[in-house]
Antibody, heavy 121, light 108 residues
């Protein structure tokens, strides 16, 4: 069974850092591209970052570029999101999501349950 | 950057058809995916590639995409279809995934 389990969320002060992890199981991890998607309380989905199976290419949303770093460890079936210079507007549930090649464009066929990040003093 | 526009909410009676629009510039040239999200849960893919369904998704869910509007269609709406629905595309000009703002579907 495919599973994605996020961890590492919590309360952090503005300007602080946090590292999120996503542990994957049940599929050939290195063969899949992965993404981080966030959802602020009561708001919609916002894509954050993308990483291919080989870790290149990598893409970021403009709202996090220069502050967040996505990475993966294929030997440990793990995805990461290093978040620096955190702001109140980064408060959200963060999901990891797997891309599956469906038709002419991939889609997000599996999602984790999310981990909550709260940026507040 | 590319923008996807969805209605904030749609209301439909049980057994009727719900149509949720997703507007975008020449969206008909892109591949649109739709996700269902119930309160407190992670999103679930319900339609990919404009109109295809993943395994396990009822045939009641379908989609279309032409011109500047993609549409998620839910036939024979059931109470369990109450959720937020999001459209999604890949924007090649900015190398980024884009989500619509989401539509809350209420079953009357």
């Amino acid at each position: 069974e495919v599973q994605l389990v996020e961890s590492g969320g919590g309360l952090v002060q503005p300007g602080g850092s946090l590292r999120l992890s996503c542990a994957a199981s049940g599929f050939a991890f290195s063969s899949y591209s992965l993404n981080w998607v966030r959802q602020a309380p009561g708001k919609g989905l916002e894509w954050v970052a993308y990483i291919s199976g080989s870790s290149s290419p990598i893409y970021y949303a403009d709202s996090v570029k220069g502050r967040f770093t996505i990475s993966r460890d294929n030997a440990k079936n793990s995805l990461f999101l290093q978040m620096n210079s955190l702001r109140a507007e980064d408060t959200a549930v963060y999901y990891c999501a797997r891309e599956e090649q469906t038709g002419i464009s991939p889609s997000f066929d599996r999602w984790g349950q999310g981990t909550l990040v709260t940026v507040s003093s | 950057s590319y923008v996807l526009t969805q209605p904030h909410s749609v209301s439909v009676a049980p057994g009727q058809t719900a149509r949720i629009s997703c507007g975008g510039h020449y969206i008909g040239t892109k591949s649109v995916h739709w996700y269902q999200q119930k309160p407190g849960q992670a999103p679930v893919l319900v339609v990919y590639g404009d109109s295809d369904r993943p395994s396990g998704i009822p045939e009641r869910f379908s989609g279309s995409n032409f011109g500047n509007t993609a549409t998620l269609i839910i036939n024979g709406v059931e109470a369990g279809d109450e959720a937020d629905y999001y459209c999604q595309v890949w924007d090649t000009s900015s190398d980024s995934w884009v989500f619509g703002g989401g539509t809350e579907v209420t079953v009357l």
